[in-house]
């Protein structure tokens, strides 16, 4: 298992997460060495009911907070970002989330949610989707000078909230110096260039010949990307411990991801995370800036 390597992804630390909650997930975990990648939202807006289709909405009454607001969540992040505990990247500037139905587009707020019911069709969108390009410009920019000026440290790797990217946020996402946790979808979402059209072809490659997604590292020259697989409560683990299996015989890097509230409140989610951790060994888990360079 030579230079099979692993990183933990974990989503949406904010304002509103209690150093409490990533110490009862991840505590022992450090203690034995592991390491953990947070995705730090740095503007963020209070979400209700997260990871509940039908009641999710954004508590616009509460307002955005900073994240250095929360003193006692930051000191906790600085004393484990010293341990080499833990990195922080960028989830997006406030993870705000927008809705389409009925010909228009609308913020998710609670007035909003509550006129949905009334309809079948309508679909998400998340920040890199919602927001224009200038407004994404503006905000994510702010958003890592933000991080790197509460945490001290260079923020290397941009997670996309609700894992949604357009086109032209790739573009912005790499002008501030950021690679990508994700990979293109099948409507090649990403500038067109000869790089471009060379990763798309392994990503079609790869889908056609193992029916998954290309699991190393992709370059663009101006930046990188790298498939993260997630584990939720809808993850069929069979497919994810074989994928898991497969990229540890080929020696591709596998990145876990997932939401700390999510396993917080859900037992059996819990069970399968620590049964994964478990299974680890502690040199094999990187941080995943660490996998995005081949280790290093």
């Given at each position: 298992?030579e230079n099979f390597f692993v990183a933990i992804r974990d989503d949406d630390t904010s304002f509103w997460t209690k150093p409490e909650e990533?110490?009862?997930?991840?505590?022992?975990?450090?203690?034995?060495?592991?390491?953990?990648?947070?995705?730090?939202?740095?503007?963020?807006?209070?979400?209700?009911?997260?990871?509940?289709?039908?009641?999710?909405?954004?508590?616009?009454?509460?307002?955005?907070?900073?994240?250095?607001?929360?003193?006692?969540?930051?000191?906790?992040?600085?004393?484990?970002?010293?341990?080499?505990?833990?990195?922080?990247?960028?989830?997006?500037?406030?993870?705000?989330?927008?809705?389409?139905?009925?010909?228009?587009?609308?913020?998710?707020?609670?007035?909003?949610?509550?006129?949905?019911?009334?309809?079948?069709?309508?679909?998400?969108?998340?920040?890199?989707?919602?927001?224009?390009?200038?407004?994404?410009?503006?905000?994510?920019?702010?958003?890592?000078?933000?991080?790197?000026?509460?945490?001290?440290?260079?923020?290397?790797?941009?997670?996309?909230?609700?894992?949604?990217?357009?086109?032209?946020?790739?573009?912005?996402?790499?002008?501030?110096?950021?690679?990508?946790?994700?990979?293109?979808?099948?409507?090649?979402?990403?500038?067109?260039?000869?790089?471009?059209?060379?990763?798309?072809?392994?990503?079609?490659?790869?889908?056609?010949?193992?029916?998954?997604?290309?699991?190393?590292?992709?370059?663009?020259?101006?930046?990188?990307?790298?498939?993260?697989?997630?584990?939720?409560?809808?993850?069929?683990?069979?497919?994810?411990?074989?994928?898991?299996?497969?990229?540890?015989?080929?020696?591709?890097?596998?990145?876990?991801?997932?939401?700390?509230?999510?396993?917080?409140?859900?037992?059996?989610?819990?069970?399968?995370?620590?049964?994964?951790?478990?299974?680890?060994?502690?040199?094999?888990?990187?941080?995943?800036?660490q996998l995005m360079n081949n280790g290093s």
């Amino acid at each position: 298992m030579e230079n099979f390597f692993v990183a933990i992804r974990d989503d949406d630390t904010s304002f509103w997460t209690k150093p409490e909650e990533l110490e009862q997930l991840y505590g022992w975990f450090f203690e034995r060495g592991g390491k953990v990648s947070l995705a730090v939202i740095p503007y963020s807006w209070k979400q209700i009911n997260p990871g509940m289709d039908k009641d999710f909405y954004i508590d616009r009454s509460s307002g955005r907070r900073f994240i250095y607001e929360n003193k006692a969540l930051v000191d906790y992040l600085h004393d484990k970002i010293k341990e080499n505990r833990i990195e922080i990247m960028q989830h997006g500037y406030d993870h705000v989330y927008g809705v389409k139905y009925n010909g228009k587009i609308e913020f998710l707020d609670k007035n909003v949610r509550e006129e949905l019911r009334d309809y079948k069709n309508y679909c998400y969108l998340p920040e890199c989707l919602y927001k224009s390009s200038l407004e994404l410009e503006k905000d994510l920019k702010e958003g890592k000078e933000i991080l790197e000026d509460t945490f001290k440290v260079k923020v290397k790797i941009f997670v996309p909230p609700g894992n949604a990217i357009s086109k032209e946020s790739v573009k912005i996402v790499a002008k501030i110096g950021l690679h990508i946790s994700g990979i293109m979808e099948k409507s090649m979402n990403r500038p067109i260039n000869v790089r471009t059209l060379i990763n798309y072809g392994k990503r079609i490659y790869w889908k056609l010949k193992y029916n998954l997604p290309y699991p190393f590292v992709m370059d663009y020259g101006t930046h990188k990307e790298l498939v993260a697989y997630a584990l939720t409560p809808s993850t069929d683990l069979d497919w994810f411990y074989r994928v898991f299996k497969f990229c540890r015989e080929v020696r591709a890097p596998f990145v876990l991801a997932t939401h700390y509230w999510e396993i917080l409140r859900d037992n059996k989610l819990k069970k399968n995370f620590y049964s994964f951790l478990e299974k680890l060994e502690n040199n094999r888990i990187l941080l995943l800036h660490q996998l995005m360079n081949n280790g290093s």
